[in-house]
T-cell receptor
Framework: QKEVEQDPGPLSVPEGAIVSLNCTYSNSAFQYFMWYRQYSRKGPELLMYTYSSGNKEDGRFTAQVDKSSKYISLFIRDSQPSDSATYLCAMSSWGKLQFGAGTQVVVTP | GAVVSQHPSWVICKSGTSVKIECRSLDFQATTMFWYRQFPKQSLMLMATSNEGSKATYEQGVEKDKFLINHASLTLSTLTVTSAHPEDSSFYIC?????????????FGSGTRLTVV
């Protein structure tokens, strides 16, 4: 079993819809939880990070962490075609990142 | 913000030759840098952790004699793929973080697409 599980998609949504992404994990030592966006043939770009459990909002993005369930989520409101990318969850324990497989998101006009 | 520069962005080489990839932190000092490999439609797989002034730490299954890592300064780490073969063709990405954000503030380079023919 992988330490971090993430549905690879693709996830297709119409423009303006809410995009809902999630990951589950098995290692209770993870303390920092991140979401990265990766466009094709580019390096990942940090979108959000959360420490321990709780919610964090930044513009159209909301990240949620539920450590008791070992489950994290990312919501993108009012999605735009420019949000089409692969979204990777990542988790950190002692500075070492563990990535999910990434979910490909396609926002159609 | 923290910026990581990676060069080249793509390279094609003949089988049996060596290729060097550079990763530089432009506006911060990085004691530690990380090297990843990513195959199409797959996630990033950590290859090794590069430590300034000391030997790199390689993940299980990564050949240290094939993937040579040098971290000669606080702003530069290099990955050399020696005697490259077609199965080494992949997308290689480095990352680094200022010490103050080492648990979450990783900045990634733009990646290097290596094609071995």
């Amino acid at each position: 079993q992988k330490e971090v599980e993430q549905d690879p998609g693709p996830l297709s949504v119409p423009e303006g819809a809410i995009v809902s992404l999630n990951c589950t994990y098995s290692n209770s030592a993870f303390q920092y939880f991140m979401w990265y966006r990766q466009y094709s043939r580019k390096g990942p770009e940090l979108l959000m990070y959360t420490y321990s459990s709780g919610n964090k909002e930044d513009g159209r993005f909301t990240a949620q962490v539920d450590k008791s369930s070992k489950y994290i989520s990312l919501f993108i409101r009012d999605s735009q075609p420019s949000d089409s990318a692969t979204y990777l969850c990542a988790m950190s324990s002692w500075g070492k990142l563990q990535f999910g497989a990434g979910t490909q998101v396609v926002v159609t006009p | 913000g923290a910026v990581v520069s990676q060069h080249p962005s793509w390279v094609i080489c003949k089988s049996g030759t060596s290729v060097k990839i550079e990763c530089r932190s432009l506006d911060f000092q990085a004691t530690t840098m990380f090297w990843y490999r990513q195959f199409p439609k797959q996630s990033l797989m950590l290859m090794a952790t590069s430590n300034e002034g000391s030997k790199a730490t390689y993940e299980q299954g990564v050949e240290k004699d094939k993937f040579l890592i040098n971290h000669a300064s606080l702003t530069l780490s290099t990955l050399t793929v020696t005697s490259a073969h077609p199965e080494d063709s992949s997308f290689y990405i480095c990352s680094a973080s200022p010490n103050s954000t080492v648990n979450y503030g990783y900045t990634f380079g733009s990646g290097t697409r290596l094609t071995v023919v």
